[in-house]
């Protein structure tokens, strides 16, 4: 049996942020949190997850910026980021790619979509 | 280091914060040009052209805040030439230049949207004054640009966020992660849950029909399988389709049809014609069919039910778009108006066509036909089109 991936879950909302801790451990994934862009890095700096899904409008440190200096890491340039978007709005994608990111979803997050992405993107 | 200089030199700090101004100056006729430069060239960067068709073409290379123009040259007239500019962008300000005192150009010029008129031969400091209050004016709607669409984003981030928070933890419930439910509360938050989704699809309809009024809605293209979009939009209506008990298929070809385009927006549009399908019909089926013709270059998407159908004399009716946020708009709410209204205006900004085809009680028949792109480029932040705008 192989070690159970790591998922990095970055939501300043703390109602959302269980939301999603539920759903990942549902799908059997080991989860790490995060409240903004900052703590982020720093976690992901010392867990080094096998992705990480990234809100985008945050205190602190937004979720465009945290995504631009994860890749200017060595150990994050190629890291799986799918951003989170509470947006109807296209332009936040738009940048969010620009930043990045693989991908993105929107919120509420949708079980069947966090599944799809998680498939696409980490090698299993 | 900086705020010192800001206190000792207030005018320096002026100066290095605004960017200089960008105008364009069109004129056919050598020495009216070349004095109009000298005049503005200390205070601002100068492009000249010297007919239309050369202007337009300066237009589309740099970020141009006003043009100054003289409506009388050969080729391109002048008039057509700012029908262009305010084509690709209303808040370019452009001022008139006539010569000889042709007051009915200057006026046709005006009510094509020219901030003023100036006749040759011009007096510097009147020119040097148009000019500044014109560029004002397009500051100051820049500016209204950006905080409106600032605005719409904060206001979408607080309406979505418990919206966001009630469907999450719903739909955790209904999936039973905490605790196993009774049949009355499992019915009993399945009407939470679709009425939750219900809100959330009003509060994105109301946003997107709102940016699309301002006018400052991007284009977003990148490259998308429209048979996968077909499938996740349908998803969303599992449930209300099973409820009801009407049957659903998709028919799409083996391959996929991979396009690009600009996939929220198209998926909205589908979304919302989906929607009012499943809405309107109490029983049998709803079916979508997708097929790529290569000759238009559109995708052409189907969507045919045999649901209560409407009168052909309604059908246009139901696509009138509301001119203004006023009490009329809340018969639209209700009824069948939000959605369709929504899918017209997008399928427009997309350049595509949305015909209707109903029958009362035998069944609507949808096509929407969505030009597309061939994958070329990467991703949509190369597109000519959303530069234009971004920058």
Known sequence: ?????????????????????????????EVLVAANGKEAIETASQTKPDLIFMDLRMPVMDGWEATKA???????????????????????????????????????????LIRSAIQKLVRS | MAYQLLNQNPTLFVVTMIEKANILIVDDEMGPRESLKMILKPYFNVYTAERGGQAIEILGQARIDLVTLDLKMPGLPGTKVLEKIKERDPDIEAIIITGYGSMDTAIEGLRLGAFDYISKPFDVNHILALVRRALERRNARVKLKQIKTEFLANVSHE???PLSVVIGFVSILLDQLIGKLTAEQQKALEKVYKNSGELLELVDNVLCLTSLSSGDLPLFEREFDVGLMVKEAAERYQKSLAEKGIAFSIQAPAGGIRVVSDLPKVSRIFQNLLHNAIKFTAKGQVSVKMHRSVNRGVVDLEIVDTGIGIHRDKIEGMFQP????DGSMQREFSGMGLGLTVARRLTDFLGGTLEIRSLPDIGTHVLLSIPYRVAAQKDGASDPRYQSRAS
């Open chain 1, 1 to 29: 049996m192989t070690a159970k991936k790591k998922i990095l879950v970055v939501e300043d909302n703390e109602d959302n942020r269980e939301i999603f801790v539920f759903r990942l451990q549902q799908l059997g994934f």
């Open chain 1, 70 to 112: 994860l890749r200017q890491t060595e150990w994050g340039k190629d890291l799986p980021v799918v951003a989170v978007t509470a947006h109807a709005l296209e332009e936040d994608k738009r940048k969010a790619l620009n930043a990045g990111c693989n991908d993105f979803i929107p919120k509420p997050v949708d079980y069947a």
């Open chain 2, 159 to 161: 309406l979505r966020t």
């Open chain 2, 322 to 325: 509301f001119q203004q946020m």
